[in-house]
């Protein structure tokens, strides 16, 4: 299917016509004119989707934008979409949408910001050439570029070991975790079935699938809480394995004849591993910042785990982490603000309207070698300030002690305390949750949460051990009034009423929850909502558009909205909830 898109193009008689009616001027010395499509270039744009597809469009600045008018399609089942445009020489822009969602091209020369966060492909069409290819085929075949994964991905092979005839799926968070999405096959009969995969360098997290049955994969060298009192297998794609591959799964012993080769990943979660040594700055545009931190897929987003501090009073705030290799999205969270560091070299739709910001962590940043049982421990980024972060009193006889050490550093962390006036206790710790880089221990001390008690973590690894202080970390143990010291006073108790506790709270968006007074819906007359309640002649946008859903009942627009070309839901609907709908809906 070929499409024209190469503009109007005029006779040369019209423009001498033109040209004579207007100044008697002579056309002799005019320029030749293109005429018909000889001026056009042919131009195959080619995309090969991660996964199957069910429809492929093309979209871009030579049709409006409009996802839904140039349809791609892949004729041969080669997996690779196509769609020829005519186009006349000049400068594009160009996304391919595959499934509702819109994709950059990432065999595009160069890009363009999008004003989304994310990028547009940039397409220069030359003069002289009369046809051009871009995307996946515009360096090789398409044959040769299903075998070979896009540039930045890496084949990773799974293998899953079933003893027998069964149906088996992979599932993770690189396909939103849809149990029949990803069929893996066993094509040699010998019962372990293999499914190969292009995946960006990054964490990921999966499970396995057979007859129904989510199975975690123990070979894995890591795993996560899966909320559902089990775990998921976790996998980190490093950034540089590109095409050499990857291949992990649940196998007794790898196949000889497995008809893939890779580096075998998976292995005992206690064993040594090489991180990378990270560090975070953020500068406030603002005085008077009191809390800053750092959260991103390496902690789960959590907004007060990873706290930053300005040690030096320089007015720039760090955090250091060692992480494994691989691509990682953060923010800064500053005073409850979540803040996207606009000096990152990449950036990713954080779902909300916004960005957050990429790091690749790759070989430039300097190694951490770190291993159970050598007797060293890694200090850095192991919280030595006093508050409730450390100590929380649960209740008036029970306090709760927390600390954390690096992931897979050291053997065992002890509380060790004296409630003043009393003698020196110890209490072993227990792991509790983990994140990228951290796994956390808990305690629960039974004793009245009004006494004085001073206390100090001791970490044991490989025979040694290291003790926590408001000054560091050392290797004797401090006495008594060089550990930390809680109180009351320093940290203030806040207990949980009982009527509170096992109590179920609502929390209503007025807005969106009743609309029990018409008469005083929205109509956005006041001044800030001025330019930004009309649609353009094309009736689509995606800037401002202020307006008030007619239907209680069509909540459409806030999954994929009509009025924006992107398809992203639509931020700007009111639908006239109000006080008085709330209160008719109270007993």
């Not at 910042?289 to 320089?314: C, E, H, I, P, Y």
């Not at 409850?336 to 957050?356: H, L």
């Amino acid at each position: 299917m070929i499409t024209r898109r190469s503009g109007t193009v005029v006779p040369l008689y019209l423009i001498c016509i033109a040209a004579i009616l207007l100044s008697a001027a002579s056309c002799t010395q005019a320029p030749p004119v293109e005429t018909g499509t000889d001026s056009a270039v042919r131009v195959t744009f080619t995309y090969r989707p991660e996964g199957r597809a069910g429809e492929v469009y093309l979209t871009g600045s030579f049709n409006n934008w409009d996802p839904g008018a140039d349809r791609m399609s892949d004729d041969d089942g080669d997996g690779v979409y196509e769609l020829a445009l005519l186009l006349a020489a000049g400068n594009y822009q160009y996304k391919f949408v595959v499934d509702g969602t819109w994709k950059e091209d990432p065999y595009a020369a160069s890009y363009a910001d999008d004003s989304y966060g994310g990028k547009n492909s940039v397409l220069d069409v030359p003069d002289g050439v009369t046809a051009m290819t871009v995307g996946t085929g515009k360096e090789t075949e398409k044959t040769a570029a299903k075998k070979a994964a896009p540039a930045g991905l890496a084949k990773v092979t799974f293998l899953f070991e079933a003893g027998g005839p069964a149906t088996v799926y992979l599932a993770g968070s690189f396909n939103n975790w849809d149990q029949t999405k990803d069929l893996m096959t066993d094509d040699d009969g010998d019962g372990i079935y293999t499914i190969t995969m292009e995946l960006a360098p990054g964490r990921y997290e999966y499970k396995f699938v057979r007859d129904g049955q989510w199975l975690t994969d123990e070979s894995a060298a890591e795993f996560s809480d899966d909320g559902f009192g089990g775990k998921n297998s976790v996998l980190d794609v490093p950034a540089g394995a590109g095409t050499e591959g990857l291949i992990i799964g649940m196998v007794e012993k790898m196949p000889e004849d497995i008809a893939v080769e890779g580096t075998r990943v998976g292995s005992d979660p206690g064993g040594e591993k090489l991180l990378k040594q990270v560090t975070f700055r953020f500068q406030p545009v603002i005085s008077g910042v009191q809390n800053v931190f750092l959260a991103g897929t390496f902690n789960d987003w959590n907004d007060s785990k990873t706290r930053m501090t300005d040690d030096d009073g320089d007015g720039v705030y760090e955090a250091m982490l060692l992480l494994p290799t691989g691509r990682y999205q953060y923010k800064f969270v500053a005073d409850g603000s979540w803040i996207t560091d606009e000096s990152a070299p990449e950036f990713a739709d954080d779902g909300f309207g916004g960005k957050n910001s990429v790091l690749i962590v790759d070989d430039s940043y300097d190694n951490v070698q770190i291993e159970l049982g050598d007797g060293i421990m890694m200090h850095r980024d192991i919280p030595l300030v006093l508050d409730y972060s450390m100590v929380n009193p649960l209740g008036r006889e029970r306090i709760a002690f927390t600390s954390r050490a690096h992931r897979n550093d050291v053997e065992r962390v002890d509380l060790l305390y004296t409630v003043v006036g009393g003698t020196e206790q110890s209490m072993q710790m227990k792991p509790t949750e983990q994140d990228a880089v951290f796994q956390y221990y808990a305690a629960v001390l039974e004793t009245p949460s009004t006494e004085a008690i001073r206390f100090t973590f001791r970490y044991t690894d490989g025979g040694a051990a290291f003790y926590a202080m408001p000054g560091g970390i050392g290797t004797e143990e401090p006495a008594p009034d060089d550990m930390f010291e809680y109180s009351i006073e320093v940290i203030r108790p806040f207990f949980t009423p009982d009527w509170a506790k096992g109590g179920v709270f609502y929390q209503i968006f007025p807005e969106r929850f009743r609309n029990g007074d018409t008469s005083n819906d929205p109509d956005f007359s006041e001044p800030y909502y001025e330019g930004a309640t009309e649609l353009p002649s094309s009736g689509k946008t995606n800037g401002e558009y202020f307006h008030l859903v007619g239907q209680w009942e069509n909540i459409g627009g806030l999954t994929r909205s009509p009025y924006r070309p992107d398809g992203k839901p639509d931020y700007y609907s009111f639908y006239g909830g109000d006080i008085a709908g709330v209160m008719e809906e109270l007993p």
